[in-house]
């Protein structure tokens, strides 16, 4: 009867032992899962940031060229069809 109980208790503490050991492989292989998620989400955020940074310095470019000379001289011929002394403008008759 003694060794009845003895086997019992180890078939016990084997099958509390294997449970416990499941339940930590399942938290492990859910974390991996969660870590995985995450970084792929750091990741695009890390391109976007990427992204938006260099629009930003095409936008501050272009900030910087709208204050120069050359930007205003060429609006003016654009927009206002200003010319400067001593050239001659050709208009185009599209009849």
């Known amino acids: 009867m003694a060794r009845k109980t003895y086997?019992?208790?180890?078939?016990?503490?084997?099958?509390?032992?294997?449970?416990?050991?499941?339940?930590?492989?399942?938290?492990?292989?859910?974390?991996?899962?969660?870590?995985?998620?995450?970084?792929?989400?750091?990741d695009e955020l890390r391109e976007a940031i990427s992204d938006a940074e260099h629009e930003n310095e095409i936008l501050s470019r272009q900030i910087e060229y709208s204050k120069s000379k050359e930007y205003i001289e060429q609006v003016a011929r654009d927009r206002l069809g200003w010319v400067k002394e001593g050239e001659t403008i050709f208009i185009e008759n599209n009849q």
Do not use: C, P, V
């Open 7 to 42: 086997t019992l208790k180890m078939r016990t503490k084997l099958i509390l032992t294997m449970m416990i050991l499941a339940y930590f492989l399942f938290l492990f292989i859910q974390q991996s899962f969660e870590i995985s998620s995450q970084q792929k989400t750091m």
